[in-house]
């Protein structure tokens, strides 16, 4: 489906700002990798499908303030200036550029706004199309995927949106994330751990209620940089009904439940870790089984082909077939992230059971494919 978007982005003139007779020019992350929330759910821009697209965005008309009722100005009395210098920058996921105003076609309170970083939000105006697949992105859901960009025009000083100051826009690349409780125009702030513990230009923010007005900045912590993002600080609009009082009371209450769900976690982990000393696969993060599932409460431990991860149960003797017919399936193991070692450790206990009820079975080194497959069809039929 062929869609007409705007992804609010920020900037920040206070330095690197250059400007000559004729121009005022702001360097810009002008989008990055990111879910944005939009009327129709969350979607998701992947990094290839905007460096696909960069390159639609150099010579992007700048308007002003708001939108124009078109994705490409029709009337040369919108124009304040154009984007210009733009490329892809890997490092941090996202598409950098210039906004150059010209001062010719811009209030003087327009460039003085800039200059003071008064303005600080821009929105970009784009075509796409919306795919509407599920997943998630560093570990957050999104409900559908944006492709095939074509950026048109850019609206500079509108309200702040779903990309703000200062992880997108003007100068982010002099941004840490606020070390103090804050209060502005449009945020309470409230951090929650040292910016200093996260992986540089993992930054980014999420809406947590839009309904009452909470974001947050969450990264990728140095300590797990391949891990689910954490939150750095909580973002509160005053327009809301925050202050610093109901901010803080907020946040001590959530990190509190916070703290204690992340307690009862470990506990599991360290029974979980236990567990899985007696066997030779090793807990599968994001996809096994801390506790035992409701619908396995009944089976014992050593009744699953992976008591680790408690997966593949071998009762009643139903599973036991299906656990046999799954292990014979590649995919299964790839999705699953276990080693071939493990893997085979696994068909090992379930072929044991199979030949305690009586159950012929062939070594599984010398069958091919399609024996495998011819057999636990066999199998699940009862032959």
């Excluded at 150099?58 to 124009?79: K, L, M, N, Q």
């Excluded at 002099?174 to 070390?179: E, L, N, T």
């Excluded at 036991?320 to 893997?343: F, P």
Aim: glycine letters at 6%.
């Amino acid at each position: 489906m062929r869609t007409v978007r705007a992804e609010y982005v920020s900037f920040d003139s206070s330095r690197q700002t250059r400007e000559d007779n004729d121009t005022l020019v702001v360097p810009a992350v002008l989008t990055r990798e990111s879910i944005l929330p939009f009327s129709d759910g969350f979607g998701y821009r992947p990094a290839s499908e905007l460096q696909a697209a960069a390159w639609t965005l150099e010579g992007a008309w700048v308007v002003a303030y708001d939108h124009i009722s078109t994705v490409f100005p029709v009337s040369r009395d919108d124009i304040r200036g154009r984007v210009l210098n733009v490329k892809f920058d890997r490092s941090i996921n996202g598409v950098r550029g210039d906004i150059c105003f010209f001062k010719q076609l811009c209030s003087e309170r327009l460039l003085a706004d800039v200059k003071a970083g008064v303005l600080r939000d821009v929105s970009v105006a784009y075509f796409c199309e919306d795919v509407f697949e599920p997943g998630t992105f560093a570990g957050e859901p999104y409900d559908f995927v944006q492709r095939n960009f074509m950026f048109g025009h850019v609206a500079a000083g509108v309200p702040e949106g779903r990309c703000p100051s200062p992880f997108c826009g003007m100068n982010v690349d002099s941004f840490k994330p606020q070390m103090d409780p804050e209060v502005t125009e449009k945020y309470v702030r409230i951090r929650v751990r040292n910016p200093d513990l996260f992986v540089e230009g993992s930054f980014r923010t999420i809406v947590l209620s839009a309904e009452q007005g909470i974001h947050a900045v969450v990264g990728k912590l140095k300590s797990n940089p391949e891990g689910a993002t954490v939150i750095q600080n909580y973002m509160f609009e005053p327009a809301k009904g925050w202050t610093m009082e109901k901010a803080q009371a907020w946040v001590k209450k959530h990190e509190d439940e916070a703290s204690q769900e992340q307690s009862e976690r470990e506990k599991l982990r360290e029974e979980a870790a236990r567990r899985c000393a007696r066997t030779p696969v090793k807990f599968k993060e994001g996809k096994g089984h801390l506790t035992k599932p409701a619908e396995y409460m009944h089976v014992s431990d050593d009744d699953f082909a992976d008591p680790c991860n408690y997966a593949y149960p071998m009762v009643p003797e139903a599973r036991l077939r299906a656990a046999w017919q799954r292990l014979h399936q590649e995919e299964n193991r790839v999705a699953g992230g276990y080693t071939v070692e493990e893997w085979q450790w696994m068909k090992n206990r379930v072929a044991k059971r199979l030949k305690a009820l009586g159950v012929k079975v062939e070594a599984d080194s010398v069958l091919n494919p399609e024996t495998v497959l011819t057999r636990s069809r066999r199998l699940l039929n009862g032959k």
